[in-house]
């Protein structure tokens, strides 16, 4: 009985999880939609939403979303300034993410001054 009701919790674990990863895609998704120039169509290039804290019921975590290609960042990524007159997702930020070689170029950089 303790084990049909153990399966039965991570079942259910299982399926608010998916659900929720469901929903994070979709929200990143619109987000690119809202900085994207009308003939792209970049919400194709999500390959993948993290979430960087816990989840806590009604809380905001901040997400990273990791695109396809390259190309899909620099549309997104010149285009985010769209968000600022988006009164819906006036709170969120985008940032790039940098890797090992342009980190190591900054961390040289900020020794030097």
């Known amino acids: ?24 895609k979709e929200l990143a998704k619109t987000i690119i939609k809202q900085v994207q120039d009308s003939t792209q169509e970049l919400g194709q290039e999500v390959e993948e939403v993290i979430r960087l804290a816990r989840f ?11 695109i396809r290609f390259q190309v ?11 968000l600022a007159d988006d009164t819906e997702h006036k709170d969120i930020w985008m940032k790039r993410d940098m890797n090992l070689e342009e980190r ?3 961390e040289s950089a900020k ?3």
């Open 1 to 24: 009985m303790i084990a049909e009701c153990h399966k039965y919790e991570e079942e259910r674990k299982e399926k608010v999880m998916a659900n929720i990863e469901r929903e994070e």
């Open 56 to 66: 806590s019921e009604g809380g905001r975590r901040p997400m990273k979303v990791r």
């Open 72 to 82: 899909a960042v620099e549309d997104i990524m010149a285009g985010k300034g769209k």
């Open 104 to 106: 190591e170029k900054g």
């Open 111 to 113: 020794k030097l001054s």
